[in-house]
């Protein structure tokens, strides 16, 4: 199992944020009282996901996983991880 770690999940750069992956957060009031699943980004590496940088989206795939499941978050995060790789699978077979 991967240790846990300050420092960017995608490109290792020290202090990253805690963000909301696969699941964006609105700008609404009630952003405090989300409960989602989160990894450690750095601004840069966030503000590239949101642009759908398919190398960070895939680095994202391949090691949130086993991040999740480091910090306890597993439980909570497969549901939502499920539902966008269902998505992501839908929409590469309709764009064929």
């Known amino acids: 199992m991967q240790e846990v770690t ?10 990253p944020e805690n963000c909301h992956w696969p699941e964006a957060v609105g700008m609404g009031r ?11 980004m750095c601004h840069s590496c966030h ?3 949101h642009a759908g940088d398919e190398a960070v989206i ?4 391949r090691k949130a996983p086993e ?5 306890g978050q597993w439980d909570k995060a497969m549901p939502y ?4 790789m ?4 839908y929409l590469r077979k309709v764009a064929v």
């Open 81 to 84: 991880f499920e539902r966008f």
């Open 6 to 15: 300050e420092y960017c999940l995608i490109c290792g750069a020290p202090y």
């Open 58 to 61: 895939e680095a994202l795939i």
């Open 47 to 49: 503000m590239r996901q």
């Open 67 to 71: 991040y999740w499941q480091a910090t």
């Open 86 to 89: 269902a998505k992501r699978e």
């Open 30 to 40: 009630n952003r405090r009282k989300v409960n989602l699943p989160v990894v450690k």
